[in-house]
């Protein structure tokens, strides 16, 4: 049996709106304890973290000198908390920490199957879990895809093992052995106020980056930005994140409720997706010739279209994200953002 602990780090959350609060809700329910390392404050972000009684604070103050080194001081707040549960912890048998930093979900649709795949993580002695990434690009309804954004990152380490975080905070490095798991973490980042959200970018290359370069970077940022390359995501988002996503003035509970066609094996489609996907009338076959000629343009989609295929029914095709280092996708993305291209299509 394994226990889960969280663990995280944060500084002027309220200030640059970010979806902490939601992240902790997450934790909450999905962890027995989370360790928070909180850097100083005075935009309220200490008064929301201490409204959660399953989160331990660690005040910190962060170390303006190190402003400009590669944003190190996000790792070493990221470890002050991580040392704080592994003091804690180390001692219990199968314990694992989950990290997810300030705009970070896991839908609570996962959550069985996170479990499982930590538990087999554990059997097969490895000391470190790696999740897929859907990185929601400026709506809560697409995804950025090209290959500057990361596809997949390691969130779940063994509490008695060396992992450490490193560099910015967004990996963590002396693991020995790791788990592909095909659970996605839900990154919000770039999904905010946008005054908030272009403050928070500065202050994110301020930290990073030395004074002298800061013009130099920033402006290179944005023109990353203008290229950024995004597929639709039509999503049943987690309960945590409904009234931000109202708030932000997008529907947080949409549902399709017109008939779709799916050539593809139902079988390799997990039950957890049914509590993702908006489309809720799908009816799967085996070939196109299961389906009524009028719906094969508009209502029917083929998981895993041929050549002729693509051609004769202007079926798309989607494998992954862009970067180099991505695995394909799994058959659950797959279809979820093969259903989202023909939603997006056709404009139902």
């Known amino acids: 049996m394994i226990k889960l602990y969280g663990f995280s780090f944060m500084?002027?959350?309220?200030?640059?709106?970010?979806?902490?609060?939601?992240?902790?809700?997450?934790?909450?329910?999905?962890?027995?304890?989370?360790?928070?390392?909180?850097?100083?404050?005075?935009?309220g972000t200490s008064e929301a973290v201490e409204k959660f009684d399953s989160v331990e604070i660690i005040p910190t103050v962060w170390d303006m000198k190190k402003v400009g080194d590669g944003g190190l001081i996000f790792s070493e707040q990221t470890n002050i908390a991580l040392h704080k549960l592994r003091d804690n912890h180390k001692n219990e048998l199968g314990s694992w920490a989950i990290y997810l930093q300030s705009d970070e979900i896991i839908h609570?649709?996962?959550?069985?199957?996170?479990?499982?795949?930590?538990?087999?993580?554990?059997?097969?002695g490895c000391d470190a879990v790696r999740f897929r990434y859907f990185h929601f690009w400026?709506?809560?309804?697409?995804?950025?895809?090209?290959k500057r954004w990361y596809p997949h990152e390691i969130r779940a380490i063994k509490v008695n093992s060396n992992v450490e975080n490193f560099g910015d905070a967004q990996g963590f490095s002396k693991f020995t052995k790791v788990y592909e798991s095909d659970v996605s973490i839900f990154h919000y980042g770039h999904v905010r106020d946008l005054g908030k959200r272009e403050a928070k970018q500065k202050d994110l290359i301020n930290r990073i980056r030395p004074g002298k370069k800061f013009e130099k970077y920033l402006n290179r940022e944005k023109r990353a930005f203008s290229k950024t390359k995004v597929r639709p995501l039509m999503i049943r988002h987690s309960k945590v994140m409904k009234d931000r996503i109202e708030k932000m003035g997008e529907a947080s509970f949409i549902e399709f409720k017109k008939l779709?066609?799916?050539?593809?094996?139902?079988?390799?489609?997990?039950?957890?997706?049914?509590?993702?996907?908006?489309?809720?009338?799908?009816v799967f076959v085996s070939s196109v010739s299961d389906v009524p000629f009028e719906y094969r343009r508009a209502q029917m989609l083929i998981l895993h279209p041929t050549l002729?295929?693509?051609?004769?029914?202007?079926?798309?095709?989607?494998?992954?994200?862009?970067?180099?280092?991505?695995?394909?996708?799994?058959?659950?993305?797959?279809?979820?953002?093969l259903l989202s291209q023909l939603f997006n299509k056709h404009s139902y």
Not at 138 to 146: F, L, P, R, T
Not at 266 to 274: A, K, L, T, V
Not at 308 to 327: H, K, L, N, P
């Open 11 to 43: 500084k002027d959350g309220v200030r640059f709106d970010y979806p902490f609060k939601e992240m902790l809700s997450c934790m909450s329910s999905l962890v027995e304890k989370t360790y928070v390392a909180l850097g100083e404050n005075d935009d």
């Open 108 to 124: 609570e649709a996962d959550f069985e199957q996170l479990r499982k795949d930590i538990e087999e993580a554990e059997k097969q």
């Open 138 to 146: 400026m709506s809560h309804y697409q995804i950025a895809v090209n």
């Open 260 to 282: 779709i066609y799916v050539v593809g094996q139902r079988e390799h489609i997990s039950d957890s997706f049914f509590s993702k996907t908006v489309f809720s009338n799908l």
């Open 308 to 337: 002729f295929e693509r051609v004769q029914w202007g079926s798309e095709t989607v494998t992954g994200m862009d970067s180099d280092i991505a695995r394909a996708w799994d058959e659950d993305t797959r279809l979820l953002v």
